[in-house]
């Protein structure tokens, strides 16, 4: 073999050699060829994407009032933070833009591998002891499905080349915009967050068709290193926006960063209403998510609810001198049994938020007050 040339005291690019490159060609070739010999493609059909949208679940569940309106939303999932589904028409172009940047640049040019970048990465990562990938979305997509479904990653020699093989696959039986849709809708971004819709919510507090120029980066970068120091991110942020031709400071992008990644993520329920009975109705599937089930219809009314809530809160006001801090509410209809309305607390403004005031156990005497209470009611007094 052709000695490397130095020049500089730097090392030549692998390609700057016809004659190695086509070696290192030949090598993936001969490697690849061996592997099909052994039978190692065979593997389990490709999903189809309608099947694959399906399959995907969101890692909460929602309580529905007796009209079908969401007045609750609670995590059943404790593996994963995800949201719903995101069509390519609901995410942010600027983003879409971004990952194509940063994870595969010909994507809308190959069939599902860049033999290019593979066979660069391949020599780069032979002559150097810095390793380079050469995925493309795609491929990385392949690798999401097949761990979505069997629940284990595997990594080697032969389940790169069947990575291969179903990334080609997939190609044929999806359109382009299905492809990047799936990807941005199972892949992680950061910690628990899986799916651009929990990344958006977690980390923005935004929806994923409202991320900016620098959420979008920020993202971006964090699918190919989801836990890097804050440091490394708000870097490689500026650095992808600069080859995006968008010029500016990284000053904007470190402070955006540093306001994404600095606190703890929390995503917060759109529908916050009713959080006791959704623990009452909700948690079951919990201890089952492998159910799948979606939403829980109650005998609640949402325009109550609101409602019942507003009024607690305006009587406490008015106790406060008193230091009435905390009450509960429950309506029911006396006709049918059916509970209308359940405030457990005054929620925020609780002493003990967590504590659901109506089911909570109580000493003999504060049993015996609203008996008392109606007592006085029926004899007016």
């Not at 032969?158 to 941005?184: C, F, G, M, P, T």
């Amino acid at each position: 073999m052709r000695s490397r040339v130095y020049r500089s005291g730097r090392p030549t690019s692998p390609f700057e050699k016809g004659g190695f490159a086509k070696s290192v060609f030949l090598l993936v070739g001969f490697v690849l060829l061996t592997m099909v010999a052994q039978g190692d493609m065979t593997h389990a059909a490709i999903p189809t994407f309608a099947k694959v949208k399906a399959e995907r679940t969101s890692s909460k569940a929602t309580l529905l009032d007796r009209h079908g309106e969401v007045i609750q939303e609670l995590r059943v999932d404790p593996f994963g933070r995800r949201l719903e589904w995101k069509t390519l028409r609901e995410i942010s172009p600027a983003l879409q833009d971004a990952v194509i940047q940063s994870e595969d640049r010909r994507f809308y040019d190959h069939g599902g591998v860049d033999w290019r970048a593979l066979g660069y990465a391949f020599a780069t990562n032979w002559m150097s002891a810095r390793q380079r990938g050469a995925s493309t979305i795609t491929m990385q997509l392949a690798s999401l499905v097949e761990e979505w479904r069997s629940g284990r990653a595997r990594r080697g020699w032969r389940e790169k080349w069947q990575q291969i093989q179903k990334a080609r696959e997939i190609e044929q039986s999806w359109s382009k915009a299905q492809i990047l849709e799936a990807y941005l809708n199972l892949v992680s971004f950061r910690g628990e967050l899986q799916g651009v819709a929990a990344a958006a919510r977690g980390l923005f507090e935004k929806e994923p068709h409202g991320l900016t120029d620098h959420d979008a980066w920020i993202l971006a970068v964090l699918i190919r290193s989801p836990n890097a120091p804050l440091e490394k991110v708000a870097e490689r942020a500026c650095s992808l926006g600069h080859s995006l031709k968008y010029f500016e400071s990284c000053e904007g992008v470190n402070a955006s960063t540093q306001a994404a990644l600095a606190l703890r993520f929390a995503i917060k329920p759109s529908e916050n209403l009713a959080p006791h009975v959704a623990e009452q109705l909700l948690k079951p599937m919990r201890r089952s998510p492998e159910q799948k089930i979606t939403s829980v219809n109650s005998t609640l009314d949402g325009q109550l609810q609101r409602f019942t809530i507003d009024v607690l809160r305006e009587h406490l006001l008015a106790l406060k001198a008193q230091n009435v801090k905390d009450g509960a509410v429950l309506v029911a209809d006396n006709k049918t049994g059916e509970v209308l309305a359940y405030v457990g607390n005054s929620g925020v403004d609780s002493s003990a938020r967590f504590v659901d005031g109506v089911r909570a156990p109580r000493q003999a005497g504060s049993t015996l007050k609203p008996f008392l209470y109606a007592l006085a009611f029926e004899r007016r007094l």
